[in-house]
């Protein structure tokens, strides 16, 4: 069965990196594009970034461009979100999850929280 | 940018009864690219409906999406226990959005 499992969130400082993973499998990770979904506590859901299944096109939210990096490995049935000068409105769950050719998403993980905070 | 409003934010109703939650978009949305998520506390988003209308892999019937333009409506004909929980839409324009979600609790 498809599970997307993601680890590497925690605390960390304003302006501190993290890098993010969400490791794949029951499915042929190489054929899939692949997003980061993010949720703060208590509000809605926010599309973060997305990747395509051979990373040659990646996307992202106008809120996290030029700060965050969408990266995958199919050798490795991984895919990578590297966060640099994090805020405090960054203060998140993110979801790593699978999207379909009709632009949902159909998989998602447990989601990882990542805190940033002084 | 296409914008999603959800309404109402909160429903209040009681098990067996019919729950209808609207999505508007701020300009006309391709039916192919409209999709529907349950969330309950805790757990990540599940996808119920996708392409306006068809259900995904295990959703039950009682579950039901409509809607073509700018105008779409997810319904649940009879409300199970399992049902109450918060719903969002989502369209993919030029990047995928979500609505702001609406909260479907026992009345």
């Known amino acids: 069965q498809v599970q997307l499992v993601e680890s590497g969130g925690g605390l960390v400082k304003p302006g501190g990196s993290l890098r993010l993973s969400c490791a794949a499998s029951?499915?042929?990770?190489?054929?899939?594009?692949m997003s980061w979904i993010r949720q703060a506590p208590g509000k809605g859901l926010e599309w973060v970034s997305y990747?395509?299944?051979?990373?040659?096109?990646?996307n992202y939210a106008d809120s996290v461009k030029g700060r965050f990096t969408i990266s995958r490995d199919n050798a490795k049935n991984s895919l990578y979100l590297q966060m640099n000068s994090l805020r405090a409105e960054d203060t998140a769950v993110y979801y790593c999850?699978?999207?379909?050719?009709?632009?949902?998403?159909?998989?998602w993980g447990q989601g990882t929280l990542v805190t940033v905070s002084s | 940018e296409i914008v999603l409003t959800q309404s109402p934010g909160t429903l209040s109703l009681s098990p067996g009864e019919r729950a209808t939650l609207s999505c508007r978009a701020s300009?006309?949305?391709?039916?192919?690219?409209l999709a529907w998520y349950q969330q309950k506390p805790g757990q990540a988003p599940r996808l119920l409906i996708y392409?306006?209308?068809s259900r995904a892999t295990g959703i039950p019937d009682r579950f039901s999406g409509s809607g073509s333009g700018t105008d779409f409506t997810l319904t649940i004909s009879r409300l199970e226990p399992e049902d109450f929980a918060v719903y969002y839409c989502?369209?993919?324009?030029?990047?995928?959005?979500f609505g702001g979600g609406t909260k479907v609790e026992i009345k």
């Open positions: 029951g499915f042929t990770f190489s054929d899939y594009y």
């Open positions: 999850a699978r999207m379909t050719s009709s632009w949902d998403f159909d998989y």
């Open positions: 990747i395509s299944s051979s990373s040659s096109y990646t």
């Open positions: 300009q006309s949305v391709s039916s192919s690219y």
């Open positions: 989502q369209q993919y324009g030029s990047s995928p959005a």
């Open positions: 392409g306006a209308s």
